[in-house]
């Protein structure tokens, strides 16, 4: 959250970080209630890309730096308990990263937000675009 201030609404605590997997708990708590008492559509999209941004910090090679360009969401139903965003890339899918290459390379990390009964309510997927460290 130091790093990212607007995190600081949804308290993401970090799971599991690992290359191809991140998992982060959101709470549900007076600042992520809309009106209607329930969790309000900014959350579970800043909870998936606190999930992205691990997987891709654990995945991507130190050779290479990551930023998001675009963001698809589907919001499936109301989310009315706690979040849990996980972030799923197979490293297999992940492209082969050359030291020194030049070329960008964009890829969608599929993340799913899931209430405390397991259903998904929010889905998100966020592109990324690779490139080589400068």
Known sequence: MARVPYFASVLPHVVRMEPGLAEVRVPKWFFVHNHLGTVHAIAPCNAAEAAMGMLMEATVPVTHRWIPVAM?????????????AIARLSTAEFPAMEVGGAGAVDVVVPVSVLDDHGSEVVHADITCRITPAR
């Open 72 to 84: 698809n969401v589907t919001y499936l139903t109301r989310a009315t308990t706690s979040l849990r």
